[in-house]
């Protein structure tokens, strides 16, 4: 899905890659791209890579706006997110956490920013999370109003 050009998208929950390797359909993929000024997507809960594979990119000045964040949500599941580009703003309300069972990578570079209303954990609920952060380029921002928290039942935290 792509939101561009000032469109905007208001959902309670969404889950990209919601199934995983089992069943007849094979591992589902989702990819929601929110691009330039004015694009907007807003969410209760958002569920980046349940079981299958999810992408969340947020570039030239889009913004999305949800109270809980999962990135790698599941066993199996694989979830990436970036924000890229001044303007570019994602504002969680409430806890993040990349890689909960699964992996999930989150990557803010070329002064994109990410607010984080409450806790974040990376490597959150299970031995076998993998949870990777990366904040790079001048102006690039990851503002926690609460404790980061990483590796917390032996997973793996970048």
Excluded: C
């Excluded at 999370?129 to 990366?134: D, I, K, L, N, P």
């Amino acid at each position: 899905m792509n939101i561009s050009n000032g469109g905007s998208v208001n959902t309670r929950g969404l889950v990209l890659g919601h199934v995983g390797e089992s069943g007849p359909f094979g591992r589902s993929a989702g990819i929601v791209r929110v691009e330039g000024p004015g694009s907007q997507l807003t969410a209760v809960n958002m569920h980046i890579g349940n079981y299958g594979d999810g992408t969340l990119l947020i570039s030239q000045g889009g913004r999305v706006a949800n109270w809980y964040t999962l990135i790698g949500a599941e066993r199996g599941g694989t979830g990436r997110a970036t924000v890229s580009g001044a303007g570019s703003l994602w504002t969680m309300t409430g806890e993040t956490q990349v890689g909960g069972y699964g992996t999930g990578e989150l990557l803010i570079s070329d002064r994109g920013q990410v607010r984080t209303g409450s806790l974040a954990t990376i490597a959150a609920l299970d031995s076998g999370s993998v949870g990777m952060v990366h904040v790079k380029d001048p102006g690039s921002i990851w503002d926690i109003a609460s404790n980061l928290n990483m590796a917390v039942f032996s997973g793996q935290a970048t």
